[in-house]
């Protein structure tokens, strides 16, 4: 066989791979992935759905809409963003499995990226799918099984726990929101200026908590308006920015 | 805490449904893959188990990093919320957040008599709120992305102007953490966790960086928690 030959049979198996790749496997990928979701969607608010209309426990319809209100604006640029960002790396099927399974950045991510630089393999070809779809399925099974045994292990964990331990689980909630305030103090781009971003909304929201406080029809609200009004107060940041933006390129 | 005590073993049976899609999707995936590969056979049989093999051992790290926080987690909300939430997209920082943002929304604070069945509803509400909406993202946007593959990302590249987005998150995250926060502001052991771990956090997640160990910084935030727990329950006690 000349070497012509070979070339030419490679290059007809790769087209015929390329063939099932974008017409079965790339649309099988998506009719998976969005029955998948949908119903993972569904399934997900089923035990809100049974408490609330079966067992009737009902929360205030305001607090409900606080809830809604402060959680969508703080998703809402993750949902948009995030599985864009990952998609890249990730192909369509992985980020199926990694939206659904979670933990995307500090697990699904350095998987893809791992099997595709050790193989060889980029992500939009049949082996590179391949390879990022098995790797993915393996971590998520391992996951879910390390999980099972914590979660069950950890109530057991629990039970036998002295008194002093248990009542320290007091300073759970504060020292979270500790290391979340000064992680983002911490952040890209230095100390200084992080402070500086974030000083404006922690004031107003420090100022806002005590006149809210004191105003009893708005303390339902409390979160929503806050949030309001931090969003309002970073618009008028944003505008105060593109206009400085504006005058550094006259 | 006796909502959570009460509505915990229903929670389980939605958990595993929940969870079930979660490896009846994960098994769909790779059926196909392998079936491809054997149309196409594109892969090895030794690469597809170094596959499995990776993924496995990349599965562990940051499971056990997050144990401590998971633990909290099953305190505060019950072991059938925190498996069914970690279980799917969220991760224990961000659901205690969630869960604590939601009770915040109602005026209750956890642990407290006002914690009732309705709250916990709620929580679990905020809960699966706040990842959702991600199931409908990948809906709608993967099958057009891979349509346009190439146009996507020379878009990506285009957008240099500024955008109104990352302020709106940081305003929203930055108000909630100030008036979340203040809520534990009424005792001094608090006041002090809450200092005790910011800085805890700070000098390990440098500590990492410096040393550029990846495992030590994922641990940062337990540390920190785990400090915060100890100082102030020390302090508690101390001022009797």
Known sequence: MSENNVNSIQAAETEAAQKIYKDIFIPKVHRIGRLTMAAAF????LPVIYFVFVKGYMASASSYMSVIVAISSIGIGMWLTEPLAYWPVLGSAGTYMGYLSGNVGAMRFPVALNLQSVMNANINTMRGQIVTIVGIASSIVVNLVLLLIFVLG???LIGILPEVVMASFAFVMVGLLGSMIFMRFNGEGGMAKNVKGMAPYLLLAVILKFVIGKIPALSTWGMAVTVGLCIALGYV???RDCKKDAETVK | MEAIKNMNGTVW??????????IVQALLFLRLALNMNKKTNAVSKEEISQAVKTGAVSAIGPAFSTLT???SLIVMVGSGVTFMRCGVIGAPAWELMMAQFSAGAAGVEFGSAEFTESIFTLCIFGMTLASAPYFINTI??????????AKSAEAAQKGGGRSFVPYMSNAAMSGLLGYSVLDYFTAVPSIIAFF?????MIFVSNLAKKLKNNTLGSFSMAIAMITAMIAGQVLTMIMG
């Open chain 2, 140 to 149: 709608i946007t993967l099958k057009p992305l891979d349509k346009v593959v």
């Open chain 2, 69 to 71: 926080i998971a633990l």
């Open chain 1, 154 to 156: 950890g109530e057991w």
């Open chain 1, 42 to 45: 569904v399934l997900a608010f």
């Open chain 1, 237 to 239: 940041l944003y505008k």
């Open chain 2, 196 to 200: 005790v771990s910011g800085f805890v």
């Open chain 2, 13 to 22: 049976v939605f958990a595993a449904i929940l969870i079930g899609m979660v």
